[in-house]
């Protein structure tokens, strides 16, 4: 067995995997399911400080991303994608697909978004119907300040959508001090529970836009609207993952009980970070440092298959590289939820110093 040190998935608690264990019932049928859902949506509502609607999803956390794209695109929408990482420009697919126009805020991916740049953007052509913002850009570590992006797009009637799949819980996110509309959340990163669900915040403004659409959702499985009412009606649009979301809940509860969880994250990353500076490894980046994963130049003489490749056979690491125009340049460590402990900090850093000055 490898310490997964990843981006995400991240290592699972035991108590986690226990409760998937758990006996199944049938979530259709049994009326008390009902309750277990909504109340493990509420949870995630209050962990993120608003009184917004959670829906969990039966799929990865790009179901998430999708699933806003599809519910709120209509044909010739003009949405904003800010594009400073792989996946901020990513969501330009999701637009096209469901017939809107991406229109790309491309800037330096070195840097975080510059938000006084993005105003000036924006006082000149500000006609959108929403903006894509990606809080983590998990394959290069840029962190954008998503608590002021999204307030900024607010004060020109844009409605916010941001994927903080990769920084929630290692970052602190307030759904309601941050003026977000439609928030994507995973399982499988700071979350630490197995990969496989999604879960989306939506505001009335969302839900006043889906409702009002000319035209219908170009999707079933990726319409947030077939869940309106499921509670009352006591019927899901389709069988809920029941295992999945025992688990998901039992990671809640630990989230819930942790409440140094934003700190420790925070104190990791800075060690992390100045650890590699410190013996001559190059980080990826000028600003946006995330507290969830560091990205590190593969330096010369050694490849990035040669330093993932020895951490895992030698020391049982698995770290991941990274794709797109990063492919083959940088390596990652995942500090996030379960990962980000001083033992497993400690034993990273050793093995890659090992690794790099050995080369």
Same mark, same amino acid.
């Given at each position: 067995?490898?310490?997964?040190?990843?981006?995400?998935?991240?290592?699972?608690?035991?108590?986690?995997?226990?409760?998937?264990?758990?006996?199944?019932?049938?979530?259709?049928?049994?009326m008390a399911f009902y309750d277990y859902y909504k109340e493990t949506c509420e949870l995630i509502s209050h962990l993120l400080h608003t009184d917004n609607?959670?829906?969990?999803?039966?799929?990865?956390?790009?179901?998430?991303?999708?699933?806003?794209?599809?519910?709120?695109?209509?044909?010739?929408?003009?949405?904003?994608? !800010?594009?400073?990482?792989?996946?901020?420009?990513?969501?330009? %697919?999701? *637009?096209?697909?469901?017939? &809107? $126009?991406? +229109?790309?805020?491309?800037?330096?991916?070195?840097?975080?978004?510059?938000?006084?740049?993005?105003?000036?953007?924006?006082?000149?052509?500000?006609?959108?119907?929403?903006?894509?913002?990606?809080?983590?850009?998990?394959?290069?570590?840029?962190?954008?300040?998503?608590?002021?992006?999204?307030? !900024?797009?607010?004060?020109?009637?844009?409605?916010?959508?941001? %994927?903080? *799949?990769?920084?929630?819980? &290692? $970052?602190? +996110?307030?759904?309601?001090?941050?003026?977000?509309?439609?928030?994507?959340?995973?399982?499988?990163?700071?979350?630490?529970?197995?990969?496989?669900?999604?879960?989306?915040?939506?505001?009335?403004?969302?839900?006043?836009?889906?409702?009002?659409?000319?035209?219908?959702?170009?999707?079933?499985?990726?319409?947030?609207?077939?869940?309106?009412?499921?509670?009352?009606?006591?019927?899901?649009?389709?069988?809920?993952?029941?295992?999945?979301?025992?688990?998901?809940?039992?990671?809640?509860?630990?989230?819930?009980?942790?409440?140094?969880?934003?700190?420790?994250?925070?104190?990791?990353?800075?060690?992390?970070?100045?650890?590699?500076?410190?013996?001559?490894?190059?980080?990826?980046?000028?600003?946006?440092?995330?507290?969830?994963?560091?990205?590190?130049?593969?330096?010369?003489?050694?490849?990035?298959?040669?330093?993932?490749?020895t951490l895992k056979e030698k020391y049982r690491i698995m770290l991941a590289g990274s794709f797109g125009q990063f492919a083959g340049k940088l390596v990652r460590i995942g500090h996030m939820g379960e990962n980000a402990t001083e033992e497993?900090?400690?034993?990273?850093?050793?093995?890659?110093?090992?690794?790099?000055?050995?080369?």
């Open positions: 067995m490898y310490k997964i040190m990843t981006p995400g998935p991240t290592q699972v608690a035991e108590n986690v995997r226990n409760a998937r264990a758990r006996e199944c019932t049938n979530p259709d049928l049994d609607e959670t829906l969990i999803l039966s799929g990865e956390g790009i179901l998430g991303l999708e699933a806003a794209c599809a519910s709120l695109t209509e044909h010739g929408d003009r949405v904003l994608v !800010l594009d400073n990482g792989e996946y901020g420009r990513g969501f330009q %697919d999701f *637009v096209k697909i469901y017939g &809107g $126009e991406p +229109v790309l805020y491309t800037t330096d991916y070195e840097e975080e978004i510059d938000v006084a740049d993005l105003e000036e953007y924006l006082k000149n052509d500000h006609a959108f119907k929403y903006a894509t913002v990606v809080h983590c850009d998990t394959p290069s570590g840029r962190l954008n300040d998503i608590s002021k992006i999204c307030p !900024l797009l607010k004060q020109y009637g844009i409605l916010t959508v941001v %994927d903080s *799949v990769s920084a929630m819980f &290692g $970052e602190y +996110v307030n759904v309601d001090d941050f003026k977000i509309d439609l928030l994507c959340g995973g399982s499988q990163k700071a979350v630490s529970a197995p990969p496989g669900l999604t879960f989306v915040t939506l505001s009335d403004d969302v839900k006043k836009a889906v409702r009002g659409r000319k035209t219908p959702v170009a999707s079933f499985y990726c319409n947030l609207a077939v869940f309106e009412g499921y509670y009352e009606k006591q019927w899901f649009p389709y069988t809920m993952p029941i295992s999945d979301i025992y688990g998901l809940r039992e990671a809640l509860e630990n989230i819930k009980r942790d409440t140094g969880m934003l700190e420790r994250h925070k104190r990791l990353a800075q060690k992390v970070r100045n650890t590699l500076r410190e013996n001559g490894i190059a980080l990826y980046g000028k600003s946006g440092f995330s507290n969830t994963v560091t990205a590190f130049m593969v330096p010369e003489g050694i490849t990035d298959r040669e330093i993932l490749c497993n900090v400690d034993e990273v850093l050793r093995a890659i110093l090992e690794i790099v000055k050995k080369r």
